[in-house]
């Protein structure tokens, strides 16, 4: 069934995976089964496995996808009857960056990779658009802090050149 925090609460672990393309952001959304609907990808957090790990391993097992994880985007809890028995589902999602692709991810029924507004139109769940919008604005943060950085150590390189020729 996956890890428990206790006898009635299931982890799991969930990806908002992006990818820049052309100067443009791209969103990763799946069909888990033909009759489901668009969704991010999703895994139960097997136990003694972070949900961190759980995220990495499912993108890499069913999407041959090879992403860096940058933050947490949001957290669901909803429950569901497993069993007969009432179980709570603690979704965990993480954004994270598209490092390497394969020619045609095959874990998944579909999948669809689109701009913000795409993505947006095809969740069905409203929960997991709040998380795209949460997923957007820290993936939007965290360019302008790489791209700070970047530039910073550009400068420091620079200076450290001059100081090596003197």
């Given at each position: 069934m996956g890890y428990l925090i206790d006898k009635n609460t299931v982890i799991i672990a969930g990806a908002v995976v992006v990818r820049e393309t052309k100067g443009k952001d791209e969103w990763?959304?799946?069909?888990?089964?033909?009759?489901?609907?668009w969704e991010f990808c999703k895994a139960l957090v097997r136990k003694g496995?972070?949900?961190?790990r759980t995220a990495i391993r499912v993108m890499g097992e069913k999407a041959g996808l090879t992403t860096k994880v940058l933050d947490e985007a949001g957290r669901i809890k909803s429950s569901s009857q497993v069993a007969g028995r009432s179980v709570?589902?603690?979704t965990i999602y993480y954004l994270m960056l598209l490092r390497s692709?394969?020619?045609?991810i095959i874990g998944f029924s579909d999948y669809f990779w689109?701009?913000?507004s795409k993505a947006y139109k095809k969740l069905e769940s409203k929960k997991e658009k709040q998380i795209l919008s949460k997923a957007r604005e820290l993936f939007n943060d965290w360019k302008k802090?790489?791209?700070?950085k970047?530039?910073?150590d550009e400068k420091a390189?620079?200076?450290l050149a001059q100081l090596n020729a003197e």
């Open positions: 990763l959304l799946v069909k888990q089964t033909d009759s489901g609907g496995e972070s949900s961190v709570v589902q603690l692709t394969p020619r045609e689109g701009d913000y802090n790489k791209k700070a970047f530039e910073e390189a620079e200076i």
